[in-house]
């Protein structure tokens, strides 16, 4: 690519590296999902391997992102609002990883279908977030953008309602305090990996405003 090129912002590696990242918090979320099953009776850590490399991953990116960064003087994007994005798509995948982590340690007998539908509901979520990125490299997915963002915001509302409900559950039930320790700990970690797509979608939805 010509100098000419980098100097009017037509250099894709940003959205290059943007659509890397938001695929990693996909897959990171879709590895969560797949691991679920196995995750009853008596799991080992083998179960969070495909967590741990996909979070390696996208470290490696926001790393190589980073360094973009600090190397390019002009970029297609406010270069706060690419640094802005790149961590609010990292913060998914950190926040996947323990609630993976979290599940491992989950008390003997432990019924975790409860929490499926927060899991169905983050990899969802993290599904928006991906078509959002990728919606930004043309500048012209105003509405489709501003569909998907109100979309997100469903989810996360949907997902503090039933999270409202487990809790009340919770607290209304007969489980031991460790239990409840546990359980309580379990359903906010879920919530907010679904709040931070929300937050991720916000930072594209506010970038989007500014070219509309």
Same mark, same amino acid.
């Given at each position: 690519?010509?100098?000419?090129?980098?100097?009017?912002?037509?250099?894709?590696?940003?959205?290059?590296?943007?659509?890397? @990242?938001?695929?990693?918090?996909?897959?990171?979320?879709?590895?969560?999902?797949?691991?679920?099953?196995?995750?009853?009776?008596?799991?080992?850590?083998?179960?969070?391997?495909?967590?741990?490399?996909?979070?390696?991953?996208?470290?490696?990116?926001?790393?190589?992102?980073?360094?973009?960064?600090?190397?390019?003087?002009?970029?297609?994007?406010?270069?706060?609002?690419? /640094?802005?994005?790149?961590?609010?798509?990292?913060?998914?995948?950190?926040?996947?990883?323990?609630?993976?982590?979290?599940?491992?340690? @989950?008390?003997?007998?432990?019924?975790?279908?409860?929490?499926?539908?927060?899991? @169905?509901?983050?990899?969802?979520?993290?599904?928006?977030?991906?078509?959002?990125?990728?919606?930004?490299?043309?500048?012209?997915?105003?509405?489709?953008?501003? &569909?998907?963002?109100?979309?997100?915001?469903?989810?996360?509302?949907?997902?503090?309602?039933?999270?409202?409900?487990?809790?009340? &559950?919770?607290?209304?039930? @007969?489980? &031991?305090?460790?239990?409840?320790?546990?359980?309580?700990?379990?359903? /906010?970690?879920?919530?907010?990996?679904? &709040?931070?797509?929300?937050?991720?979608?916000?930072?594209?939805?506010?970038?989007?405003?500014?070219?509309?």
């Amino acid at each position: 690519m010509s100098a000419l090129q980098r100097i009017f912002g037509r250099d894709t590696k940003f959205f290059d590296l943007l659509e890397s @990242s938001a695929a990693a918090a996909k897959q990171c979320a879709a590895s969560l999902a797949a691991a679920f099953p196995k995750l009853t009776g008596h799991p080992s850590n083998d179960v969070l391997t495909d967590l741990a490399q996909a979070r390696r991953k996208h470290k490696r990116i926001s790393l190589q992102t980073t360094e973009e960064l600090c190397k390019n003087f002009v970029t297609p994007l406010e270069r706060e609002d690419i /640094e802005a994005l790149s961590s609010a798509l990292y913060k998914i995948t950190k926040n996947v990883e323990k609630i993976g982590e979290r599940l491992l340690i @989950s008390p003997v007998g432990a019924d975790l279908s409860v929490v499926a539908r927060q899991i @169905s509901m983050l990899e969802k979520a993290a599904d928006v977030v991906v078509t959002m990125v990728n919606q930004l490299r043309t500048k012209s997915h105003g509405e489709e953008i501003r &569909d998907a963002y109100e979309k997100l915001q469903t989810i996360e509302g949907d997902a503090d309602k039933l999270m409202n409900e487990l809790l009340r &559950d919770l607290y209304h039930g @007969s489980g &031991d305090a460790r239990a409840v320790v546990f359980w309580k700990d379990l359903y /906010e970690l879920l919530e907010k990996g679904i &709040d931070r797509c929300r937050d991720a979608g916000y930072v594209i939805f506010h970038i989007t405003l500014k070219y509309s």
